[in-house]
């Protein structure tokens, strides 16, 4: 049995503040997400909330063994079939588009990630669409509540998977989450489906992990591809997609949320 490694509170303090920090710049975007605004104009509103509130840019220049270049914002900004890793570029948005809106910040060297998938627009959702966002914020929120000690990465990706299927909604195949802390993905890899691996890593009060459903309104058996600039994920079927994340710290108290977003008329996180 594994386990992830155990933050301080002096750790825990900083990445607190990098998720207050995640927290500010995705409620500011998703206020600015309105039709006609062109996807880069986000990501200079992330670098500038970001910067303001001292922190760094978790993203940019961010630069895996998988991607042929370095990644060119603070923000992605993935829309519509795009289920992740979209790059923030020239495209306006559209009124009805669904656009997720993955954001990372660095607070004396700790990380803070977390997502939200927003529709664009003043209209309501159609109906499938509106599954789709409540199915994988559900789906969230269930993985989230399976992170207590004593519990597997097999408990948080059967908790999660299981409110997948209820919906009828597919996972992107072979992504998830992750450990994060001094680096934005450490290990271990959190899956979003069961896995004989994931029952090997267990949680203790301390740990700190990402979580993170990306759902999409294809098939189980559908695949996705990559486009051609190295980075964004797309559906083959060209459905559309969805995703939600926090960062997550296992207390004995039950999870806390280091990156949620301040309610409507509150001033405390």
């Known amino acids: 049995m594994e386990t992830f490694p155990l ?3 002096t750790e825990l303090d900083a990445m607190r503040a990098a998720g207050r920090v995640v927290a500010q710049t995705l409620q500011a975007v998703q206020a600015a997400a309105v039709p006609g605004v062109r ?3 986000l990501d200079e509103l992330a670098q500038t909330v970001i910067r303001e509130a001292g922190a760094l840019p978790s993203f940019l220049g961010y630069l895996p063994v998988w991607a042929p270049t370095p990644f060119n ?3 992605c900004l993935s829309p519509n079939e795009v ?4 790059r923030p ?5 559209s009124e009805g588009d669904l656009l997720s809106i993955d954001c990372g910040a660095i607070v004396d060297g700790w990380h ?4 939200l998938t927003v529709r664009v627009g003043s209209g309501e959702a159609d109906d499938g669409d509106a599954r ?14 399976a992170a207590v000690p004593g519990a597997t990465l097999l408990d948080v990706a059967t908790a999660v ?14 992504h998830g989450g992750h450990g994060i802390g001094r680096a934005m993905h450490e290990a271990p890899f959190v899956p979003n489906e069961p896995t004989s691996d994931a029952r090997r890593h267990r949680l203790h009060a301390g740990t700190t992990l990402a979580i993170e459903p990306m759902l999409h309104a294809g098939t189980r058996a559908s695949r996705y591809r990559t486009k051609k600039d190295g980075w964004a994920i797309v559906t083959t079927e060209g459905k559309r997609a969805a995703h939600f994340e926090h960062t997550v710290l296992v207390t004995d108290d039950g999870p806390e949320v280091l990156t949620a977003r301040v309610p409507a008329g509150s001033t405390a996180y």
Do not use: K, M
Request: no cysteine; charged share 25%.
């Open 132 to 145: 789709l966002l409540r199915a994988t914020e559900l789906a969230l929120e269930a993985g989230i509540a």
């Open 39 to 41: 996807s880069r104009e």
């Open 89 to 93: 570029n020239g495209r306006r948005l």
């Open 112 to 115: 803070g990630d977390s997502a």
């Open 161 to 174: 998977d299981d409110v997948a299927t209820e919906h009828g909604f597919a996972h992107l195949p072979d």
């Open 83 to 86: 289920v992740v890793h979209g």
């Open 73 to 75: 914002g603070a923000l």
């Open 7 to 9: 933050r301080t509170p």
